[in-house]
T-cell receptor, first 117, second 112 residues
Framework: AQKITQTQPGMFVQEKEAVTLDCTYD???????LFWYKQPSSGEMIFLIYQGSYDEQNATEGRYSLNFQKARKSANLVISASQLGDSAMYFCAMREGRGGGADGLTFGKGTHLIIQP | NAGVTQTPKFQVLKTGQSMTLQCAQDMNHEYMSWYRQDPGMGLRLIHYSVGAGITDQGEVPNGYNVSRSTTEDFPLRLLSAAPSQTSVYFCAVRQFLTDTQYFGPGTRLTVL
């Protein structure tokens, strides 16, 4: 079974609209971390936002927020007021275990977001 | 991605050739790792290191070697390149006891 599932291979959204990118995860660990990265066409991986499993509040970073629903094992990324520069691939990733150690990230397959003017 | 550099940016190899992908950081972070990204896929962990002299395997280590003699550098070696190793390779760093990993700009490798 996939540990990270992103069910939207591609999305088209009108500029200035809000966008929700879906991510569900599978882990039996109590302590884990969830991440979103943006990969524009230039190829670099840009860190957007992080949510720890014990964090009670949803993470926010500027126009990005993470809708964390622990019981449903979902960690959706919400982008408010989308901009043309938001067009990119978006990856959800998870770190299992207690963290601080040798824990790599497991990535989903990504969602290709295209913002239309 | 300031602080994490990767060289070269692009490389074309013939099957059987060897090469080393370089990763260097000036952030003094303990944890460094290598990932590969194949078309239509997310990144997959190849090898990682929690400090100088300590390395271990990730999800897809076959065909790759690593060593870490300094905090700053974490080279990835392909001893005998195969077409299946055609991919984009990313180096990542993070501080111990923190979660966020920061990625280098990537190396695009093609093996013919």
């Amino acid at each position: 079974a996939q540990k990270i599932t992103q069910t939207q291979p591609g999305m088209f959204v009108q500029e200035k609209e809000a966008v929700t990118l879906d991510c569900t995860y599978d882990t039996s660990d109590q302590s884990y971390g969830l991440f979103w990265y943006k990969q524009p066409s230039s190829g670099e991986m840009i860190f957007l936002i992080y949510q720890g499993s014990y964090d009670e509040q949803n993470a926010t970073e500027g126009r990005y927020s993470l809708n964390f629903q622990k019981a449903r094992k979902s960690a959706n990324l919400v982008i408010s007021a989308s901009q043309l520069g938001d067009s990119a691939m978006y990856f959800c990733a998870m770190r299992e275990g207690r963290g601080g150690g040798a824990d790599g990230l497991t990535f989903g397959k990504g969602t290709h977001l295209i913002i239309q003017p | 991605n300031a602080g994490v550099t990767q060289t070269p940016k692009f490389q074309v190899l013939k099957t059987g050739q060897s090469m080393t992908l370089q990763c260097a950081q000036d952030m003094n972070h303990e944890y460094m790792s290598w990932y590969r990204q194949d078309p239509g896929m997310g990144l997959r962990l190849i090898h990682y290191s929690v400090g100088a002299g300590i390395t271990d395997q990730g999800e897809v280590p076959n065909g790759y070697n690593v060593s870490r003699s300094t905090t700053e550098d974490f080279p990835l070696r392909l001893l005998s390149a195969a077409p299946s190793q055609t991919s984009v390779y990313f180096c990542a760093v993070r501080q111990f006891l923190t979660d966020t990993q920061y990625f280098g700009p990537g190396t695009r490798l093609t093996v013919l």
